[in-house]
């Protein structure tokens, strides 16, 4: 089963306003990292929150980790058209050897 | 600076014909390589992963198998293709010993006739 999942599954927002996505997880953690993928290509790591932190900021990109409530989430404020994507959640489930990936929020930005 | 590659990006290959798909890592050392399967539309499913040259842990039971001939190369094989095993597959690398996130390969879409 898998560790991570996100919610909306699907996303569709104006350019200019903020998108939120979350993560839900089902064990502990030592971290959880999120990932955008564009259309037919690899993953991109975005952010590592540990499980010790709550909050984390990158750019436009803002992380909350709830570790009581195995939950985390992705806000991007100020959206983009190029900001369009999958956004994975993932979770390190096991001594840092595998990360497990959720099924992830496809993201549209229209212009 | 880390590079991954992996290629080809787009592979069709008929049902029962071997698969090599390879994978290789520049510009670091004794990395953790993975090899994962993304169905259209979802999330990645692990397949392989291995910490060390000819170590190699797999994930579900499959038509696949993995090698790890040297550190930075990890090639993913099957003798003879399924039309299951169409998908997207990438590869990923990350430093041993702490998790810090994964670097990914571009991908290779493969679709089995």
């Known amino acids: 089963s898998q560790q991570g999942e996100e919610d909306p599954q699907a996303l569709s927002i104006q350019e200019g306003e903020n998108a939120t996505m979350n993560c839900s997880y089902k064990t502990s953690i030592n971290n959880l990292q999120w990932y955008r993928q564009n259309s037919g290509r690899g993953l991109v790591h975005l952010i590592l929150?540990?499980?010790?932190?709550r909050e984390k900021h990158s750019g436009r990109l803002r992380v909350t980790l709830d570790t009581s409530k195995k939950s985390s989430s992705l806000l991007i404020t100020a959206s983009r058209a190029a900001d369009t994507a999958s956004y994975f959640c993932?979770?390190?489930?096991?001594?840092?050897?595998?990360?497990?990936f959720g099924a992830g929020t496809r993201l549209f930005v229209k212009a | 600076s880390q590079t991954i590659h992996q290629w080809p990006a787009t592979l069709v290959q008929p049902v029962g014909s071997p698969l090599s798909l390879e994978c290789t890592v520049e510009?670091?050392?004794?990395?953790?390589l993975y090899w994962y399967r993304q169905a259209a539309g979802r999330g990645l499913q692990l397949l392989f992963y291995s910490v060390g040259i000819g170590q190699i842990s797999s994930e579900v039971p499959q038509n696949l198998s993995a090698s790890r001939p040297q550190d930075r190369q990890f090639i993913l094989s099957s003798k003879k293709l399924l039309l299951s095993d169409s998908g997207f597959y990438l590869c990923a690398w990350s430093k041993a010993g702490a998790n810090y996130g994964y670097t990914f390969g571009s991908g290779t879409r493969l679709t089995v006739v």
């Open positions: 993932a979770t390190d489930a096991s001594g840092g050897f595998k990360t497990i």
């Open positions: 510009g670091t050392s004794n990395p953790n």
């Open positions: 929150i540990r499980s010790n932190e």
